[in-house]
DNA sequence: GTGATTTGACCTTC
DNA sequence: GAAGGTCAAATCAC
């Protein structure tokens, strides 16, 4: 559909690294082409300028991509990412080994990475896990990680798509009445505010909840989004509070902010925020997902096109 | 020791 | 009774 097309914009920092290693590969070339005899055009500086040149655009590329990626790679949410996901076939193995054995413990992959358990902003504690019928992925409970200590009711599921593996539903239930969101998650709404121009608008952001395009957004970490008109019934059926009762009034996010920010306590009001993602961290098999980044980082990036995954895009409208 | 994850068991809803 | 959601003991990493 035509609203894939946007190329899928790099964030801001991405964008900016880009250019600077273009501009520095240019003045490498230069220098090369000196080195090899080449005579000098007049508006260079000579070897040392072209060698000081290239320093300083790569010093200011790495800054620009550590800049970009030192929210996530900085949030308290990851206190046990590295380790816990490096190990958990292990510790199932063991936990298996010590229980007997179970369906569950041999049916999921091996997680892998967990750095950006708080993408959305706020600490998850998984609580449950559980086999959905009919769906070949468990269905994860995450449930704020504050709420013994603010009584925070924010809660979310996280359920692994069956058409591409490499997407997440995610469901937001209740609201964060904990103010917990992390100091890094603060620092990407920062970052969001300047990179609003990179948001996707696919559609009219008031268009009606029915027969309108999903609306669908890239954060900064390259994440596709996609907000779903209405919360699975099966994400509700235990849920009789009135924190799920508003569902005429649909996901009541704001359209034009970033994921980062969309589960916001203000965002997330009252009924289910329904948010697949193309690749939320927090879950397994994410390895491709979050070394996207090192992929970004990577020469083999020449194209902001490339950055955006269209089969993905497409099933998106598989959910619709 | 602390805190997060895992997972079987239990509870609730239909 | 089935299915989904939650609890809590066991386990693990730091």
Request: net charge negative.
């Amino acid at each position: 559909m035509a609203l894939i097309a946007t190329g899928a914009t790099a964030s801001p920092a991405s964008s900016m690294a880009s250019e600077l290693m273009a501009q520095g590969r240019e003045s490498a070339a230069v220098l090369e082409a000196l080195l090899h005899g080449a005579s000098l055009p007049p508006a260079h500086g000579g070897a040392h300028a072209l060698a000081a040149e290239i320093l300083r655009c790569c010093d200011r590329a790495l800054a620009a991509l550590r800049a970009g990626g030192d929210a996530e790679s900085s949030s308290p949410g990851t206190k046990r990412s590295k380790p816990a996901t490096a190990q958990p076939a292990t510790r199932r193995r063991r936990r298996a080994a010590a229980s007997g054995g179970g369906a569950a413990a041999a049916a999921e992959p091996a997680r892998v990475e967990m750095a950006r358990t708080s993408e959305d902003g706020f600490l998850w504690r998984k609580y449950g896990q559980k086999e959905i019928k009919n769906s070949k992925h468990p269905r994860l409970y995450y449930r704020c990680s504050y709420k013994d200590d603010h009584g925070c009711t924010a809660t979310k599921q996280v359920q692994q798509s069956e058409e591409d593996p490499s997407i997440y539903v995610i469901t937001y239930f209740g609201d964060h009445t904990c103010s917990c969101q992390t100091a890094a998650a603060m620092d990407d709404d920062d970052d969001d505010e300047n990179s609003q121009h990179f948001v996707i608008h696919f559609g009219s952001a008031t268009a009606s909840r029915s027969g309108s395009p999903p609306l669908l957004y890239d954060d900064d970490d390259g994440d596709v989004w996609r907000e779903t008109a209405a919360t699975p019934p099966s994400s509700r059926q235990s849920r009789s509070s009135p924190e799920v009762d508003g569902e005429e009034s649909g996901v009541k996010m704001s359209k034009e902010e970033p994921v980062d920010s969309c589960p916001v306590p203000s965002a997330v009001s009252s009924p289910a925020d329904v948010v697949s993602c193309s690749s939320p961290a927090m879950e397994p098999d994410l390895l491709r997902c979050l070394n996207w980044d090192d992929d970004f980082g990577d020469s083999s990036f020449v194209d902001a096109d490339e950055f955006m995954n269209f089969d993905e895009i497409d099933l998106f409208q598989i959910y619709s």
